[in-house]
């Protein structure tokens, strides 16, 4: 492995591959989403195009070098190989944990998701090509075993199963996860325009989507199922659409309560994680009651949407669950301090 490689030359690749993605041909993206698409019927062209733009600015020059300079990064005398077992609910999910692996001074080992092959495999061949000496800290694995370190992103299942295994070496091991938004009844058009993209982009399998929301009364319902009427496109989606029409048959069947609008249901629920084309919904008294709420459903929350508030001062603003910069960390988990501690 090549020694020689300073921290400021590996930052700089990663602009250089910023700046390739932000004059990429229309040809060269179409066929690479094209290869995506046949691998996973949620890829859309859509969603291949938004995923690349999150990634573009994961690696703007301003967002890289602040993100850095909040650590102070010892180079390796001796990088730990790190096994990465990367998601493959949207394309390219997996990306941020191989972007700080190798900004970290580390060798990133990657288990790709099979759902998710072309958008990982095309970026690293970028970045190899733009800088070589990534050629020698890169490894994509169909096992990764004996490695000094672990980062493992998957379901509640699977994460039992990753601590089974990796559990004895230093690891990061993330579970499901969800968002939700508060509406205090007091939004503007615009404000849930920008909440339907937080609900329906990646056609809300990510978890930085919105699967549940908290209301003050239900007439605030209503009037969200007429705001987001503009993303009914999604029931053009065949796997979209057959969830919407499967979730509604066990409703109607079941006679449960729910609102409909033609593509999205939305039902009164305690319950955090929503099915696909279905957005829970429930009621809260005051902004203490809501924070109580939340406090028990804490380490199950990746974002937390809605306006100004004196009582959640921390809210992701409406419309930017999906634009997360490179310290926005999945768990809420500092992955380079975790990669930092390594060294």
Same mark, same amino acid.
């Given at each position: ?94 990306? /941020? $944990? =191989? ?5 970290? %001074?580390?060798?990133?080992?990657? &288990?790709?998701?099979?759902? +998710? ?79 339907? /993209? $937080? =609900? ?5 399998? %990510?978890?930085?989507?919105?699967? &549940?929301?908290?209301?003050? +009364? ?88 809605? %306006? ?36």
């Amino acid at each position: 492995m090549n020694s020689e490689f300073p921290l400021a030359d590996r930052i700089s690749a990663f602009i250089r591959l910023g700046f390739q993605l932000s004059d990429l041909k229309e040809e060269e993206m179409h066929t690479l989403f094209q290869e995506a698409q046949n691998q996973n019927a949620w890829f859309t062209y859509q969603s291949l195009n938004q995923a690349l733009e999150g990634i573009k600015i994961l690696l703007e020059k301003k967002a890289l070098e602040l993100w850095v300079s909040r650590y102070s990064l010892v180079e390796p005398s001796h990088p730990s190989q790190v096994g990465l077992m990367l998601a493959g609910n949207i394309p390219g999910v997996g990306f /941020h $944990d =191989i972007l700080a692996v190798l900004i970290s %001074g580390h060798v990133a080992c990657i &288990k790709l998701s099979s759902q +998710d092959t072309a958008l990982p495999l095309w970026l690293l061949n970028q970045l190899k090509a733009i800088e070589p000496r990534f050629s020698d800290r890169i490894f994509i694995e169909d096992l990764i075993k004996n490695k000094q370190a672990y980062i493992a992103t998957g379901s509640d299942n699977s994460a039992r199963y990753f601590h089974y295994y990796f559990g004895k070496y230093p690891h990061l091991i993330r579970s499901n996860r969800t968002s939700v938004a508060i509406l205090q009844g007091n939004e503007s058009s615009a404000e849930i325009q920008a909440l339907g /993209h $937080d =609900i329906f982009d990646y056609f809300g399998l %990510g978890c930085r989507n919105i699967s &549940k929301i908290y209301v003050r +009364d239900k007439e605030q319902l209503t009037s969200l199922l007429d705001e987001i009427q503009s993303f009914e496109w999604v029931a053009n989606h065949h796997k979209y659409f057959n969830n919407y029409e499967y979730n509604k048959s066990i409703y109607l069947v079941n006679g449960t309560p729910h609102l409909d609008n033609g593509f999205l249901l939305l039902k009164e629920s305690v319950d955090l994680v929503s099915p696909i084309a279905v957005l829970y919904y429930e009621l809260y008294t005051n902004q203490e009651d809501l924070k109580e709420k939340l406090q028990l459903l804490d380490s199950k929350i990746q974002c937390m949407v809605g %306006g100004a508030s004196a009582i959640l001062p921390d809210l992701v603003p409406f419309g930017h669950t999906q634009c997360p910069a490179p310290w926005d960390y999945a768990d809420r988990v500092d992955t380079l301090k975790f990669l930092q501690e390594l060294t």
